[in-house]
């Protein structure tokens, strides 16, 4: 008779267990997604299947990392979840997060607004993390990083400020950082009208330069969608650019220009 002891951890909320041939994680849906690393196996990658309580998942897993997608399969927040990712023996998929199916630290945002000086304040409930808040801007339909605060950067106890980049007409803005769990905490989003004037091209078919009415906040891409510089400025220049057609972001806009 062989003697079995099993070590269990009352405050565990998360178990993963590695079985001959799968893994199994357990714990509850809480909105974020798990992402797997999923090494090449042959002509073929390693794992062949995955299972979330029973269903066949609705995700692409032909990849060397794919994303475990719980809203394809309706499962509700805060839902008991059982994740069977199903592999070839001789090799080893990763979970690179799997505290996502634990609940988040009991952080949130108090409040979040923009005062007239363009200076964006918020406050937070919680004991934080040592992450930095990473703020963000919608603009040309995309969120995008315009700056970042640690939170020992405090004006008081867990209130917190930046000053912001405006464009013309209505600017939103929002604060993420990754709790203690490397999940992400979103605020809220806030909104606010910029009187500034509206920034304006001179031409959309350039030479050596591109020039704007006033100091903006710029981004080319090529048409495949390839980033090739950002900057801020009245003017940019162009001269290393091959001739053809190409997109511009500024202000709060997205155009074409031609590279004469």
């Known amino acids: 008779m062989f003697h079995r002891i099993f070590t269990f951890f009352s405050l565990l909320l998360i178990s993963v267990i590695s079985l001959a041939g799968e893994l199994v994680i357990k714990g509850n849906y809480y909105g974020f997604n798990l992402f797997v690393l ?3 196996s ?19 897993i032909n990849s060397n990392a794919f994303e475990i997608d719980f809203s394809l399969l309706n499962v509700k927040i805060g839902e008991p979840v059982t994740v069977v990712i199903i592999h070839k023996e001789g090799c080893a998929p990763k979970i690179i997060n799997p505290k996502a199916l634990q609940p988040s630290e009991n952080v949130s945002f ?11 304040l918020w406050s937070v409930n919680g004991e934080m993390p040592d992450e930095n808040f990473e ?18 950067d405090s004006l008081k106890k867990n209130i917190y400020s930046l000053d912001v980049p405006m464009h013309s007409g209505y600017n939103q803005f929002r604060i993420v950082f990754n709790d203690v769990n ?20 001179e031409s959309t078919k350039v030479g050596d330069k591109i020039n704007f009415s006033a100091e903006t906040h710029f981004e080319i891409f090529d048409l495949k969608g390839n980033f090739i ?6 003017e940019i220049d162009v001269t290393d650019l091959e001739k053809g057609k190409y997109w511009l972001n500024y202000d709060n806009k997205s155009v074409n220009f031609v590279k004469k």
């Open 135 to 152: 703020i963000e801007q919608y603009r040309w339909n995309k969120w995008i990083k315009i700056g970042d605060v640690s939170p020992a």
């Open 42 to 60: 042959g002509n073929s990658f390693c794992v062949t299947k995955v299972l979330v309580n029973n269903n066949p998942t609705k995700d692409e």
């Open 229 to 234: 510089t950002e900057g801020s400025g009245k």
């Open 38 to 40: 999923n090494p090449s």
């Open 110 to 120: 108090a409040y979040i607004k923009v005062d007239k000086n363009s200076k964006l």
């Open 182 to 201: 490397d999940n992400p905490v979103y605020s809220k989003t806030v909104k606010t009208y910029s009187k500034s004037a509206e920034i304006t091209l």
